[in-house]
């Protein structure tokens, strides 16, 4: 189905006057056009602008080279927009058009005219695709419930315009213009849980105040991101987690050390380099792509997994030949604030994390409004027992279940050996003998730990 909006460019191309304007017929639904010229040339810039379509007519800013020979080649592309109600700066694709011409040099002059009509598109396709993108980071940051923000935090010293195309799966394409020195824009509604969204962004620099145009863009890569869990969604996996370990026979035991494996050039870095603070540093994507840990809370793990004959530490490792044993009691104080933040496999081993934080800390405030908060004396996973005299760390302990420790404060190693809180062990590697720099998402088929089978 197409749209009833006709777009004619007629313009002359010569020595004399390079200019090309546009005629817009039938507006109907659409508030504006959003159009991209761009050379074949490199060297030449090209034009954005935001057309008004209750207006008929525009120049269109930009000097056209005919060039030599067979002439130089231009790409247009054009969007549809209709303002959406109420909502400052978001508009909503309606259509798309785009083409190919050709600007050769004429001697005498000669009219040019490029007729376009814009189709309705069940897909509608990201601009500037083939031109240069340049690097230029956007950062997504997640606000509870769930909202999302796109961010740079280049400031630059005047206003520039910047549009921002999002889309979410299956749904229609949005446009954001948006006027600031940096890139700061948030999305004004919710998105759904475990969606994956696309983002890019063009910034602009502002010539007039009737029309926005540009010679130089930010023309950023297209971005992709999963939304991740709210709440809800978190009680709902704790759920699920908790019918888990019901089902199978376990028990808490109490264990004497967290450790963590990594490389001797790791742990040397560290002891050597860093005065032996061992820092946070930021969550892979390890373990449910909709985790909202990954990726925004920083925090060193440490395993709780023993032998179920000897009650050590297991006596292999997959992350690192040497592993530093801390007394567990060391790292889980009465004083910390506790939560369950995940619950994954990758084949038959489930593992659940949760996260320890000094309270008020910045990323205690993270989990407090993200995570399901438990109990530090008692919750299925991991307790400080205070039964007896002395407190005790108790895990539990199941068939085919592992829990792990995300601690989001630094670790004083000097302190831990000189306290003879914790030392140091060489251990044989098992499989790649280290962690993938990315993780490993979860099995995605798994119906025991997916709130959402993924496609």
Not at 24 to 46: A, H, W, Y
Not at 50 to 60: C, F, G, K, R
Not at 323 to 339: G, V
Request: proline residues 5%.
């Amino acid at each position: 189905m197409t749209t009833s909006q006709g777009i004619l460019f007629h313009g002359q191309v010569d020595d004399g006057n390079r200019k090309i304007h546009l005629k817009v017929f039938g507006p109907e639904r659409m508030n504006c056009l959003l159009l991209f010229v761009r050379p074949d040339i490199p060297s030449i810039s090209g034009v954005t602008l935001i057309a008004d379509v209750t207006v008929n007519e525009h120049d269109l800013p930009m000097t056209f080279v005919s060039g030599s020979g067979s002439g130089y080649y231009y790409c247009l592309e054009m969007y549809g927009l209709k303002e959406e109600k109420d909502m400052k700066e978001h508009y909503t694709c309606l259509a798309y058009g785009g083409t190919q011409f050709l600007v050769a040099k004429i001697k005498n002059g000669k009219d040019i005219e490029i007729s376009i009509r814009l189709k309705e598109a069940v897909s509608l396709q990201f601009p500037l695709r083939n031109n240069a993108e340049v690097i230029f980071p956007i950062q997504v940051y997640h606000r509870p419930v769930s909202r999302y923000s796109f961010c740079n935090n280049t400031k630059f010293k005047t206003d520039k315009i910047w549009i921002i195309f999002f889309k979410q799966s299956e749904d229609r394409l949005h446009v954001f213009i948006h006027v600031g020195q940096k890139l700061d824009f948030r999305l004004p509604f919710d998105l759904p849980v475990a969606t994956i969204c696309e983002v890019k962004v063009i910034g602009c620099i502002l010539f007039n105040k009737k029309m926005r145009t540009s010679k130089k863009e930010m023309n950023s890569k297209m971005i992709n991101f999963k939304t991740c869990f709210t709440k809800a969604e978190y009680e709902t996996l704790y759920d699920k987690t908790i019918e888990f370990i019901k089902a199978r026979k376990g028990n808490f035991r109490s264990i004497e050390y967290f450790y963590r494996n990594k490389s001797d050039r790791y742990f040397y870095s560290i002891t050597v380099n860093n005065n032996g603070i061992m820092k946070p540093y930021k969550k892979d994507h390890n373990g449910d792509p909709c985790s909202v840990i990954n990726g925004r809370l920083d925090g060193l793990f440490f395993s709780t997994a023993v032998d179920s004959k000897t009650s050590r530490p297991l006596p292999c490792s997959p992350f690192g030949p040497l592993r530093l044993h801390i007394t567990a009691s060391f790292l889980f104080k009465p004083n910390l604030n506790l939560y369950f933040a995940d619950f994954y496999c990758h084949y038959k081993v489930h593992s659940v994390t949760v996260i320890l934080t000094r309270r008020d800390s910045p990323a205690d405030n993270f989990c407090k409004t993200r995570l399901k908060e438990i109990d530090i004396y008692d919750n299925p996973f991991v307790c400080l027992d205070t039964s007896k005299t002395l407190n005790d760390i108790l895990v539990y302990h199941g068939n085919g279940l592992r829990i792990e420790v995300l601690y989001t404060d630094n670790v004083n190693i000097h302190e831990i050996i000189r306290k003879r809180k914790g030392y140091f062990e060489q251990v044989p590697v098992i499989f790649r003998g280290e962690s993938r720099p990315d993780g490993i998402p979860k099995n995605k088929n798994c119906k025991i730990c997916n709130l959402y089978l993924q496609p």
